[in-house]
């Protein structure tokens, strides 16, 4: 018998036609695998914006200082003949010499106005230090905090010099005049670019950082000692924020090649596409392209500015290339502040690059302040010399013949390159060089469409591809394209909109600015759009309403109420959620919007939300609503009313199967609270006085000596199982109170163990209440208090809530959050009990504000956060909490004095009182109502008030920030499970295969029969006595149910794999366990015997076990006694019942049956309903009632006839189809029985019969169609526990007298076990509960001494 360990080693890739996976298994749903389940419910971390520009600048004037003394040259420059003459493209012998100086004056200016139109310009020609001093100061003046651009040509005086000099003239221009660096700093303050234009320029660069750096000390000296001389001068500024360009570097001079202009530096900066076609045509490669000449490229058409021009093309793509080289090359927060800041430095820098490319093929080295890496060999040079060329070639025609300009391929190659990277690309690999080009090409109709649909499918990569486009500067191009028209782009920016507010809400001030509102509402309000795209839209809306006024005044203007309201109903259930969340948000503290939602009965239009299919949308209905009663405007009886009835409805959610929908529900609960303070102190009080005066009335003949506690006389009440939350992990009674309602036990009038409910369970007055201060000044809403509570106020009358007069809402919905307290569901619980104690705490202080606190009752003073849940899981040596020695005693048996010696096998851990947290025996006695623990003091001060006060109008769950993340993740990848390659996949292949050879080999051992089955695979100790024990179908797995946690043991290596505490209250146990999902990612089902229904994941596999959900599967379950037919049978199945399970308390607890390929769960027990929950939708969806009077012990059904079969406390068999309407659905009842019936079992073939025993061991065969039984088979008397194998046609029974006996299907007796294996052979303890395994003949036993054994067929049959 191979199991998973060799299954890893099978040679399985070659299969045999016999190994064909089974198709079943991929055709089975999933339960709970939803991203609700395995996700936190809440948002994403926000990612830091760095795209947005902190300080956008402008260069606002700008200072031409031209050193040329036309026909002097300088003394230390020999220069060569020819040499390179032009100065901004003019020949300065070519005129006389002060008009050659002001005509190249003059066009340098043009020259940048083309950049910079806006600027001041002043010039400054063959200067002295006086006159420079002057202009800079005065436009530093004018500039304020801009910047101030230095361009400074020295082609007619030396170089500058090592001390940080460069040189300007004196008045009769006798004499070159240094001008101190250090001088011009001062002058030109901060911010300021400079650029030099003359030989050894990098000298100049050096010395200005020099000083710059002795100014930074100086600063540092004044600022720490003002009374140095330093500081008596006016400061020098800093000059952090400047900028240099320097034509080359300290030892290189200009070249002088006469084909070149001289300024060759001012030209690549200033006129970047004369100068690039002109060292183009001087290339060896332009050769390639005949007929073209300088004097051709002098009469390229067009205007640079613009783009449908020869000329407007090529300096749009030079402009693109650039960009690209610049954002790929430089790191980002350099790229940000050079290339998006300001207008004119980036054209500068963009120009620079190219300068660099240029001057280095004549060995001069461009240098820049900040520096850039090297980008003169960047492969995009390529791309710009390919486009240069296509031009050029076309040139010749263009001008001798006339013929039409061919645009360039350049954008659209681009794109497809763009486009080849999404579609190719691994996940983590280099961004795409082409997103800058991208980006411009939204600037062209031609493209638009393409470019956004590609810039679609980049943003859905992730949030990071996000931020990678806003740093590279999108967010101005897609804010204006929402100007246009164009129906088709419509889907294409909604998507991009969407991935941008789902990464960075605060784009919701950018769109109200400019309008961009009004485009998704009209979006929204269009039915012809695609659902999905009118949800990106509705989540836009969402984001620009969420806690923004200014977003919600303008929307509220363009009428997205009344547009939501029309799309509540929508087939597209993300677009319902959407719709619903964004009605939340517009109202949420603001009372116009409410006020027009309720114009438009918008609470009432959501109503139909709150029975949505999806629980995401039921979540999103329940949020609406929350905010909707939540605003604080002034009351009148109108919105009261309005209050009142939309908390009624809202409570009717209170077992919702989802706990996200009931997490959501607290929090709007919790609002409603907070507006109606007052009223719900009032009745806080009064349930807190109704609970101190009350003793659940317990039967008076307490007959434990010494303690005799008559029950008070009071009014009885409906005997209910409470629902508690993790009570016993953190409940805060003492050892004295649990002493007193240990007396509180009564025993029956045979003296043997009660068959007692919680209603006679419940602690005495002074047990949970009061804690030992005599004059009872503090309380505290522990769950026993709460627990307690509900059950004097019995909330039975919760299901007819809705016909309730209004003054008792508030009493109503106190009652839903004492409900919701006890959630099996730990979030829920803690949100709930924050509500009410915030509340308690309010009114107990309002109703004695006279009694000063004295300082010793505040020491420990916020509110008492429960331990954490993932504490209990694995504590000590992966143990959970034990309830210990005092509670188990509650439900074991006779109560016996606390002190009792544990078994050995106990878990280590056990705490000192009634099995709390790990800390809660180190409380006060007296606890207070809102201690942190003891191992944190207080330390926000006494003051009452203020900290405790801890609920408010905030409390939240997530849900919102949690679904916007759908939009950030992205949304067209194929998931992980449908792609053929992943390892999600892979794994699951595997375990279909693991599942199709279990079922294949287990089949072949059954088919040639069983004739024996006691040979003992597996026997060892369980922590806890075995309640429950159920096979995992297809792994070596097995989970045994103590009462109240579970532990998991590999029954095939015999060691103990898991072991938990399953978080049910100290009076309910385990009665039932299922596998969800048991052929794939298995999740573990518990039913506690309260009605709560709890699913566990990471069992079993050296994870912590996480609660994927937990819900209350039956509310109001009535204990019951077992039904008594027969007087003779009578004491037998009186017997058998208090001995079933000491525990028992009389009824069945909760059965389930689960069928995985519908999703459905069938649940029932002691109610009078079979209650089905549909686990997708998370809701029930039908109630069965059984048409008994007893409980329901056992279920079974099938999925393909729609049968149910239920097996009754009276000894009936009743069987349901649940196709039919509910007081048709009973198609038989059998009542041949006398007795209880402990097992029906339907088969699953189309012909299948339904067998059933009763404790009296007589199995009998039942035909659905025909009225009377087929077969009967007597077994022993006094059946304890059955199980029917589904495959062999086997059963076993277990008895009270210790023993087994498995069954054939004709009746005979082909295994009788007695005693273990082993040295001492000792006797099988009586046994507790039994189960085969699906598919192998194997057989799993518990008994009361805590063992736990298997047992199969012979060895030579497996």
């Known amino acids: ?172 221009y006798t004499q070159y005049i240094p001008l101190s660096i250090y001088d011009l700093q001062t002058w030109m303050g901060s911010p300021s670019i400079f ?22 000390q100086e600063l540092e000296v004044a600022a720490i000692n003002p009374n140095h001389p330093l500081a008596q001068m006016p400061l020098p500024p800093s000059m952090k924020n400047c900028i240099q360009l320097a034509a080359c570097e300290a030892s290189e001079l200009l070249p002088m090649n006469p084909d070149l202009p001289a300024d060759l530096f001012t030209s690549c900066l200033t006129t970047p596409i004369k100068i690039a076609l002109r060292w183009f045509c001087m290339q060896k490669s332009a050769k390639l392209v005949p007929g073209v000449t300088l004097d051709l490229i002098e009469k390229i058409p067009g205007r640079l500015n613009d783009r449908r021009t020869p000329l407007g093309e090529l300096n749009w793509i030079f402009t693109a290339i650039t960009d690209t080289i610049a954002w790929n090359v430089l790191p980002r927060d350099l790229f940000q502040k050079l290339f998006r800041q300001d207008l004119l430095v980036a054209s500068l820098f963009r120009n620079f690059l190219l300068a660099e490319r240029i001057m280095r093929s004549y060995n001069c080295t461009p240098v820049s302040s900040p520096r850039l890496p090297p980008t003169y060999m960047h492969a995009m040079w390529q791309a710009w010399d390919l486009a240069v060329d296509i031009c050029l070639s ?69 949030p990071w591809a996000v931020s990678l486009a806003l740093s590279v500067g999108i967010f101005p191009y897609v804010l204006k394209l929402l100007q246009s028209s164009a129906r088709e782009l419509r889907p294409l920016l909604v998507f991009i909109w969407a991935k941008i507010l789902a990464v960075d809400s605060s784009c919701q001030a950018d769109l109200v600015k400019d309008n961009g509102h009004k485009y998704f509402l009209s979006v929204l309000a ?48 993300l677009l ?65 009313t309005i209050d009142h009835n939309v908390a009624m409805m809202l409570a009717q959610l209170i077992n919702d199967g989802s706990p996200v929908v009931r997490k959501e529900l607290v929090v709007a609960l919790s609002h409603l609270v907070v507006q109606y303070e007052s009223n719900f102190c009032t009745v806080a009080l009064q349930f807190i006085e109704e609970e101190k005066n009350y003793t659940v009335p317990s039967p008076a003949n307490t007959s434990e000596p010494g303690n005799q506690t008559p029950g008070r006389d009071s009014p009885a009440i409906p005997r209910l199982r409470s629902v508690n939350s993790y009570t016993n992990i953190r409940a805060a009674t003492t050892a004295r109170n649990l002493n007193k309602s240990l007396q509180n036990l009564n025993l029956n009038e045979e003296g043997g163990p009660a068959a007692f409910s919680p209603g006679n369970l419940s602690t005495s007055s002074s047990a949970s209440s009061t804690l030992g201060s005599p004059d009872n000044d503090e ?116 109560p016996k004095p606390p002190p009792r010696e544990q078994p050995a096998t106990r878990p280590p851990y056990t705490p000192t009182l009634g099995g709390q947290a790990p800390h809660s025996h180190q409380f006060p006695r007296t606890r207070k109502m809102f201690d942190k623990g003891p191992e944190q003091a207080a330390e926000d001060g006494d003051e009452p008030g203020g900290h405790r006060n801890y609920i408010s109008a905030t409390l ?104 938990f505490y399953n978080g049910n209250p100290r009076y309910t146990r385990i009665t039932a366990m299922e596998y969800l999902n048991g052929h794939d990612c298995s999740l573990l089902l518990t039913a506690t015997d309260d009605g709560a229904l709890r699913i566990w994941k990471n069992f079993a596999d050296q994870k912590n076990p996480e609660m994927v959900t937990a819900w209350q599967g039956l509310s109001d379950m009535l204990p019951t006694t077992r039904g008594q037919p027969s007087t003779s049978a009578h004491s037998l199945a009186r017997r058998v019942s208090i001995y079933l399970d000491r525990s028992k308390q009389g009824g069945a607890g909760m059965v389930v049956d689960w069928e995985q390929e519908t999703g459905l769960l069938m649940t029932s027990g002691d109610v009078r309903v079979i209650r089905i929950w549909d686990t997708d939708r998370e809701m029930k969806v039908q109630d069965i009632p059984t048409g008994a009077d007893s409980c329901v012990t056992s279920l079974s059904c099938d999925s393909q006839r729609s049968l ?49 025993v009763s404790v009296n061991g007589d199995v009998r065969f039942f035909e659905p169609r025909t009225p009377d039984s087929v077969n009967v088979l007597q077994t022993v008397k006094g059946l304890t526990a059955l199980d029917i194998h589904p495959q062999a046609n086997l059963f076993a029974c277990g008895s009270m007298n210790q023993f087994i006996a498995v069954y054939n299907a004709n009746g005979d007796v082909i295994s009788n076990i007695k005693y273990y294996d082993g040295f001492m052979g000792q006797r099988i303890g009586a046994i507790s509960c039994l189960a085969f395994h699906p598919y192998w003949p194997h057989l799993a036993v518990g008994s009361n001494d805590y063992y736990m054994s298997i047992y199969s067929a012979e060895k030579r049959l497996r």
């Not at 230090?129 to 020295?154: I, M, Q, W």
């Not at 390659?981 to 040639?1008: D, G, H, K, P, Y």
């Open 779 to 894: 309380y505290i809403l522990s769950f026993e208090t709460i627990d307690k509570m509900r059950r004097v106020s019995s909330y039975s009358s919760l299901n007819s809530l809705i016909g309730v007069s209004f003054n008792s809402v508030y009493t109503q919905i106190w009652r839903v959050l004492l409900h919701l307290a006890a959630d099996p569901f730990p979030e829920v619980s803690d949100l709930a009990m924050k509500v009410l104690n915030s509340i308690a705490y309010k009114a107990t202080m309002n109703a004695r504000p006279q009694r000063i606190l004295d300082s010793g009752s505040l020491t420990q003073s916020a509110p008492a956060s429960p331990t954490s849940k993932g504490t209990h899981i694995h504590q000590a040596g992966g143990s959970p909490p034990m309830p210990s020695t005092s509670s188990s005693s509650l439900t074991n048996e006779v």
């Open 576 to 640: 319902r959620q959407w719709v619903a969340i964004c009605l939340g948000r517009i109202w949420q503290n603001f009372d116009s919007a409410r006020w027009c939602g309720v114009r438009d009965s918008a609470h009432e239009k959501l109503y139909i939300l709150l029975s949505d299919p999806i629980p995401e949308v039921r979540c999103a209905a329940v949020f609406a609503l929350g905010t909707f009663v939540g605003n604080s405007a002034e009351k009148t009886d109108h919105s009261t």
């Open 1 to 172: 018998m191979k199991m998973d360990s060799d299954l890893l080693h099978s040679p399985a890739m070659g299969l045999a036609e016999e190994e064909e996976p089974d198709m079943s298994d991929w055709k089975l749903p999933l339960a709970f695998m939803k991203k609700r389940h395995s996700e936190k419910i809440e948002g994403s971390k926000a990612l830091a914006q760095s795209w947005r520009m902190k300080d956008r600048m402008k260069t606002v004037s700008v200072a031409l200082v031209l050193c040329l003394n036309v026909g002097v040259d300088p003394p230390d420059v020999v220069k060569t003949s020819p040499c390179a003459r032009l100065e901004c493209w003019i020949d300065p012998l070519s005129m006389s010499q002060q008009k050659a100086l002001e005509t190249i004056g003059a066009n340098l200016q043009k020259q940048y106005e083309n950049w910079q139109p806006r600027a001041r310009y002043k010039q400054s020609l063959d200067p002295t230090v006086d006159e420079v001093k002057k202009l800079c100061t005065s436009l530093r003046r004018n500039a304020k905090e801009e910047r101030v651009l230095f361009h400074y040509n020295g082609h007619g005086v030396p170089r500058p010099t090592v001390n940080g000099e460069i040189w300007v003239f004196n008045k009769n």
């Open 195 to 216: 650029v030099y234009d003359c030989s050894n320029a990098g000298i100049i660069v050096k010395s200005f950082k020099q000083f710059a750096l002795q100014r930074e």
């Open 1204 to 1252: 149910i079969v239920a097996g009754l406390g009276d000894g009936s068999v009743r069987v349901y189809d649940r196709r039919m309407s509910p007081s048709e659905c009973r198609v038989m009842t059998y009542r041949e029985h006398g007795a209880w019936v402990v097992k029906a079992h339907l088969q699953k073939e189309t012909e299948g019969h339904i067998i059933s």
């Open 956 to 1059: 939240q769950t997530g849900l919102c920030d949690w679904s916007a993340k759908y939009f950030a993740q992205p949304v067209m990848k194929i998931p992980e499970e449908h792609d053929l390659e992943s390892q999600v996949r892979m794994e699951r292949q595997w375990r279909f295969l693991r599942n199709a050879r279990v079922r294949r080999q287990s089949q072949r051992i059954t088919q040639r029969g069983v004739s024996r089955l006691d040979d003992q695979i597996f026997i060892n100790r369980n922590p806890g006595v075995p309640s429950v024990v159920k096979f995992h179908p297809f792994n070596t797995c097995i989970a045994v149910a103590d009462k109240d946690s579970i532990c998991f043991w590999d029954w095939e290596k015999g060691e103990r794999l898991d072991y």
């Open 394 to 462: 076309q040139l010749p025609t263009i001008i001798e013949e006339g013929t039409a300009f061919r645009h360039s391929p350049f954008f659209a190659e681009q794109l497809t390159a763009f486009q080849v990277w999404l579609t190719m690309g691994v996940e983590n690999r280099n961004p795409p060089e082409q997103l800058p080009i991208v980006l411009q090409v939204l600037l062209s109709q031609v493209h638009r469409l393409r470019a956004l649909d590609l810039l679609g499918r980049f943003l859905d990569l992730g």
């Open 526 to 573: 269009d039915n012809y759009m695609p659902a999905e795209h009118r949800t990106m839209a509705v989540f836009i809306l969402a984001v620009i309403v969420n806690s923004y006024n200014t977003g919600q005044k303008a929307c509220l203007q363009g009428n997205l109420i009344a547009n939501c309201l029309e799309q509540l109903s929508d087939p597209h259930p």
